[in-house]
């Protein structure tokens, strides 16, 4: 059962834009850190970005004035705006939420992923 899904993904040219969405159940978006990771082929996934149920941000450094984050809390979605794409950019993006629940036991950490969408840029 996909819990998270993903789209938005596709073909551009370098130098061009694309945005992803990620839409997750009410339950895991009120209460998760969302965020966005890539793997290139033959690379390991990577940290783009994430954002907290507050609204902090953080991006890979290398991501840093590119790519923006954002979630609307109304639509249970997270957002990710590529801008300035290069050819390093292509990957397969996954979305993840990271949703921590505490009770009088104790500490549970969950973690969902979506499918994953593929970008690719071309030079």
């Known amino acids: 059962q996909e819990e998270l899904v993903e789209s938005g993904g596709g073909l551009v040219q370098a130098g061009e834009s694309l945005r992803l969405s990620c839409t997750a159940p009410?339950?895991?978006?009120?209460?998760?850190?969302m965020g966005w990771y890539r793997q290139a082929p033959g690379k390991q996934r990577e940290l783009v970005a994430h954002?907290?149920?507050?609204?902090?941000?953080n991006y890979a450094d290398s991501l840093k004035g590119r790519f923006t984050i954002s979630r609307d809390n109304a639509q249970n979605t997270v957002y990710l705006q590529m801008n300035s794409l290069k050819p390093e950019d292509t990957a397969v993006y996954y979305c993840?939420?990271?949703?921590?629940?505490?009770?009088?036991?104790?500490?549970?950490?969950?973690?969902?992923w979506g499918q994953g969408t593929q970008v690719t840029v071309s030079s």
């Open positions: 993840n939420a990271e949703v921590v629940v505490r009770t009088i036991e104790g500490r549970q950490d969950f973690s969902y």
């Open positions: 009410r339950r895991i978006f009120s209460n998760g850190v």
């Open positions: 954002i907290t149920t507050g609204g902090s941000t």
